[in-house]
């Protein structure tokens, strides 16, 4: 299901061994708005949604069937009572804000005629803004609106909460302390997840450095804070304790998990292997790798949390941080079985998807 690139859509959707697919011709925007259903098993499905330009529709589809898939082992990993589901939004030539908003408002529209098949959040490429717009028709059904619409606002600062747990749980399993001070850590990506998990490890004490393939994202962190800025192909070379992907997907496989000269993996973006091989790849290397869905949760729990279930804010918190926790039990069963921590974490979701 990994490396559907060649496949054509009909062997793409034959292999795939979630639900429901939905494809949706946006005409006014020429937009495909594509929303993947994998599990409801243990809930409504509920996921991001990617707003990007892609190649081609296949390529769209793979997208939506892999982050949909990973929202069902994120929500099964932590326990958590929703299913797993993504949308994506492919859209072709630049929009306009009014064409943008249209659009959203024509996705919302969409959302409400599924009745709460699925319900949204926002991903890479939409925020907090955005989903206020998809809310003015799709509401009940779209999370993290902004405060002033009601709404929790954006699910980075959460994610960033997790990733942070998760880290000084690796630190903890490799190092024996989850003290930060003196540890260093690489973050590609100072996007919605980035930016606030590099605020909370500066004041956790640890050395960052930052990489973005746009200088507008690491200025901040450069002028304010010193940070040391890496170049975008320089990250995987660069020395350090902590490698955290938060960024774009695939960023683990072949070419640079040779390269990788860090202990540990820990980051916030969605589907950091490119194939199921990489996972063997990385342990190849003795690099420990945290499962990105294992990791990743905080933001897409916080938020729900809080808008769905009357979670406080101290509540949410106290949650996400349970992802050190998780991690902490897929690393003792990886290093119990001998297998990776991926085939490790995958069991975990497995068994509850199960006894749901
Ligand atoms: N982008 C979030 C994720 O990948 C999805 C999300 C955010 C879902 C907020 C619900 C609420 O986990």
New binding site residues.
Partial sequence: MRNGRDAGLDSLLAAWDGETVIVHADRPACAWIVIAIHSSRLGPA???TRMQAYPDLTLTVTDALRLAEG?TL?YAVAGFPRGGGKAVIATGAPLDPAARTGLLRRYGALLQSLHGLFAT???VGTNAEDMDVIAETGAPYV??RTPARGGAGG?GPATALGVLAGIEATCRWLFGTTALGGRHVVVQGAGHAGAPLIDLLVAAGATVSVSDVDPDRTRRFRDQRALRIVPPDEVYDTPCDIFAPCAMGGVLDAHTIPRLRARAVVGAA?NQLATMEDAERLRGRDILYAPDYAV??G??MA??GIEAMGWSAEQAAAEVRKVGATLTRIYELAAATGGTTEAAARRIAAERLAGA
């Fill in positions: 509920t996921g991001g929202m994120k959040g926002p991903d999370f993290s699910s969605n990743n949760i933001g897409a938020i729900t």
